[in-house]
Nanobody, 125 residues
């Protein structure tokens, strides 16, 4: 599975961005997909994850109510709508997918087998 992320950029605090990630290399969309982020000097942090059905996504507490993860299985894509952005949201954002035999949503990077290249999100104050 290859993942291609896009949509990052520079935005002022309070603004919005929408990240996209498209999967290729499989006939069907990966079952569990997620977003992580990493700031310089920090460990990669879980942001959100979603199952194939799209029901009951999970989020890290710091983005709950501001970010929304969604997916389009026909397009083999996952999206992250980010609203009310804060300077502390600045990071490189990575999309990820679990290996197809795993169906449980997990928050640890080790649970994801496939990773996109990352897209930079910078929020200015």
């Amino acid at each position: 599975v290859q993942l291609q992320a896009s949509g990052g950029g520079l935005v002022q605090a309070g603004g919005s961005l929408r990240l996209s990630c498209e999967a290729s290399g499989r006939s069907s969309s990966p079952y569990v997909m997620g977003w992580f982020r990493q700031s310089p000097g920090k460990e990669r942090e879980f942001v959100a994850a979603i199952s194939w059905s799209g029901g009951s996504p999970v989020y890290v507490d710091s983005v709950q109510g501001r970010f929304t993860i969604a997916r389009d299985n026909a397009k083999k894509a996952v999206y992250l709508q980010m609203n009310s952005l804060k300077p502390e949201d600045t990071a490189v954002y990575y999309c990820a997918a679990r290996a197809p035999q795993f169906t449980v949503l997990v928050r640890t990077p080790r649970g994801y087998a496939y990773w996109g290249q990352g897209t930079q999100v910078t929020v200015s104050s």
